[in-house]
C-alpha cells in the first residue's frame, strides 16, 4: 500500500489549510481511514477517522474545526482544518485504520495500517 500527503505548509492564526491523502495498492473503499498528527516533544495523537460508509469521528481536540472526507473513486482522504490554532502545529499523517468497533471514539487510532510519509503543518503568526 501506498499513501501520499499533500504538502503542509505554514498557516496564520485562525487560518485554514487542506491536506489530502492518495492512496493506492489496496482497496480503498473497504478501509476506514484516519488521520493522526505528533507535536513537537509530544506522543502521537489520533485526530480523525472516516468508516467505510462515510461516518466520521473526531477527537474533541478539533471537533467543529476539522472535516475528514473521503473520494473513493480518487482512493484519497482528506482533511479540512479550519480555525487552525499554533497547538495544531504537528507532523500531520494519514494511515488505514484497522478499527474493529467504529461507533465508538475510542475504537479509533489503535490498530494501523500503512501509513503515509508525514506532512509538516505549522500555525504561526
Known amino acids: 500500500a501506498q499513501l501520499v500527503a499533500s504538502e503542509g505548509g505554514l498557516v496564520q492564526p485562525g487560518g485554514s489549510l487542506k491536506l489530502s491523502c492518495a492512496t493506492s495498492?489496496?482497496?480503498?473503499?473497504?478501509?476506514?481511514m484516519s488521520w493522526a498528527r505528533q507535536a513537537p516533544g509530544k506522543g502521537l495523537e489520533w485526530v480523525s477517522g472516516i468508516y467505510i460508509d462515510g461516518t466520521t469521528y473526531y477527537a474533541d481536540s478539533v471537533k467543529g474545526r476539522f472535516t475528514i472526507s473521503r473520494d473513493d473513486i480518487k482512493n484519497t482522504v482528506y482533511l479540512q482544518m479550519n480555525s487552525l490554532t499554533p497547538e495544531d502545529t504537528a507532523i500531520y499523517y494519514c494511515a488505514i485504520d484497522f478499527v474493529s468497533t467504529p461507533e465508538d471514539v475510542a475504537g479509533w487510532g489503535i490498530a494501523f495500517g500503512s501509513w503515509g510519509q508525514g506532512t509538516q503543518v505549522t500555525v504561526s503568526s
Open positions: 495498492g489496496f482497496t480503498f473503499s473497504i478501509h476506514a
